[in-house]
């Protein structure tokens, strides 16, 4: 009989989650518990003496009895202290979050749950305030750590934003006109203003920011996000409706008929067409922007796979760097300990061991310090004069350039520009040093090196010399790794001149045969900020 009772029992939590596949129960069946982070929110999370209530308190209920589980609530003072505890990873689930890129990196959200307006508010004792350009150079209050603080100080880095512990800290500051306005959501700023006879806080415009509160969850149990999800979805819409009429969320619409205003009401339409034109307009405006805002998450995506299969490539040449020098100490080693067997380790052969392994351990050390350049760059960002950085490296290859026999004709003119202008002379001393030692092999009547600096969409450096030109069947090769036509080369130079320009400083390098030798060519596209 028991057996049977459990049976029944395990039948109907079945039927009753079957929204979820099999490994998504077994996840929860395994999951002991189940944190939620929450902190008070009118009326979405209220702290009471009878313990928590509210709109999510309600739904969490609801999602407790769909998937026969017990949450277990974390409550943090601050909505700060709460963002912060989920960066960590110390909770399961954020109770309701704004979706934003940054909170991308350690939550996942589910569809939108609740919408909320965001509001400028203004003290009723001050001068009205029409826009939010008005607000530029003044004091706003905005709850610290949230998405409209995000939001603010990304879009209008004008506004002074006073960072509070919560919406009332930034509704008591407006109401003493210690700061010119305050942000708050509709629902939240009416329960504060009621409660505490905030009797001199006035609305002033709609921000056009609203938040898409969602349920938020740690990004290391994506099933987690999946669970929630369904169990949300599951919800009869009719259940939601009453939950949000309960909380405020959805509140009755009263249009008062006056038949003796008929010209008001004619304006009354003319302004709400006006008004929805106004919405439409605005939500145009919101899907670009989450349109911008996934691209910018696609391109760090693509960012972040690119710096992993440098890593992985690094460590692959790296590898094949090593391998001869390597084989060669191997081979000095068992070298070494025949001879000593054989009685016939001298001075001599001890010496010659010494010079042989010291050769290729520097060698393998000069390697690893190249790759260090490629991710490292030993200087901070500057503004500096283009023209003056090519001038220098000239001067530093002057004297081999004179040995050579080797002319510099210049076409250049003052360029101001930012970034890193010692990393750009030494790749610019490389590229000359390569085209000197072009000269040298191909021994040309009358050796030259021509260099222009130009600028029109982007700014472009020419280096060309007049040695006769690379061969066509290897000039694709020329910045690929450990490629070398040098006796003594590495094959690093030309592709860390490559990885650098390219991953560091917004710029691209080519190599083209002209009629007198080889040009290389960096065009570097100045960024909008600099």
């Not at 039948?11 to 490994?23: D, G, P, R, V």
């Not at 995000?150 to 109401?175: D, G, V």
């Not at 000095?332 to 025949?338: A, G, V």
């Amino acid at each position: 009989m028991r057996a049977l009772i459990i049976f029944l029992l395990s039948t109907i939590l079945f039927a009753s989650t079957l929204f979820l596949n099999k490994q998504e129960r077994t996840w929860l069946n395994n999951k002991k518990i189940i944190t939620i982070g929450i902190t008070q929110i009118p009326n979405q999370i209220l702290k009471t003496k009878n313990g928590y209530q509210g709109f999510f308190i309600d739904l969490f209920k609801t999602l407790e009895n769909k998937l026969h589980v017990k949450f277990k609530y974390v409550y943090y003072h601050t909505w700060c202290d709460l963002i912060n505890s989920a960066k960590k990873g110390e909770i399961d689930i954020v109770f309701a979050a704004q979706k934003t890129p940054s909170r991308l990196n350690y939550l996942h959200f589910t569809d939108t749950v609740l919408i909320q307006q965001n509001m400028v508010l203004e003290n009723i004792n001050a001068k009205k305030i029409n826009s939010i350009k008005e607000l530029f150079g003044k004091k706003v209050a905005v709850t610290k750590g949230s998405a409209i603080s995000e939001y603010l100080q990304a879009k209008y880095p004008q506004i002074r934003l006073i960072q509070t512990h919560s919406e009332l800290e930034a509704l008591k500051l407006l109401n003493s006109k210690k700061v010119s306005a305050a942000i708050a959501e509709t629902v939240r700023a009416n329960y504060y203003i009621q409660k505490h006879n905030l009797n001199d806080i006035f609305p002033a415009f709609n921000l056009n920011y609203n938040y898409y509160l969602k349920i938020a969850t740690n990004i290391k149990e994506p099933v987690l996000n999946i669970i929630i999800s369904k169990a949300l979805n599951s919800i009869p819409q009719d259940k939601m409706k009453a939950l949000k009429l309960k909380w405020g969320y959805i509140k009755e619409k009263v249009v008062i008929f006056d038949k003796k205003t008929m010209i008001f009401i004619a304006l009354l339409f003319t302004i709400i067409i006006a008004f929805l034109i106004y919405l439409h307009t605005i939500n145009r405006k919101l899907k670009r922007e989450i349109l911008k805002k996934e691209q910018a998450l696609k391109r760090l995506k693509r960012l972040r796979d690119s710096k992993l299969n440098q890593i992985n490539q690094a460590i692959s040449i790296i590898a094949h760097q090593w391998k001869q020098p390597l084989s060669t100490l191997k081979a000095l080693n068992e070298l070494l300990i025949k001879e000593y067997k054989l009685g016939k380790l001298d001075e001599k052969a001890l010496k010659q061991y010494e010079t042989n392994s010291k050769k290729q351990i520097e060698y393998m050390i000069n390697t690893i310090n190249d790759f260090k350049e490629i991710f490292k760059i030993k200087e901070n960002k500057k503004t500096f004069n283009l023209k003056e950085i090519i001038d220098l490296a000239i001067d530093e290859c002057q004297a081999e350039l004179q040995k050579s026999n080797i002319k510099i004709k210049l076409n250049t003119r003052n360029i101001t520009l930012k970034g890193y202008p010692n990393t750009l002379k030494q790749l610019l001393i490389n590229l000359i040093s390569n085209a000197k030692d072009a000269l040298n092999q191909k021994n040309p009547k009358n050796k030259e090196i021509r260099i222009s600096l130009k600028q029109d969409d982007f700014i472009t450096i020419e280096i060309e010399d007049n040695a006769g030109g690379i061969p066509i069947e290897i000039i694709d090769k020329i910045f690929e790794p450990y490629f070398t036509t040098k006796k003594e080369g590495t094959g690093l130079g030309l592709y860390m001149t490559k990885i650098i320009l390219e991953e560091k400083m917004n710029a691209t390098i080519d190599v083209e045969n002209t009629k007198k030798g080889a040009k290389f060519t960096i065009k570097i596209k100045p960024r909008s900020e600099e």
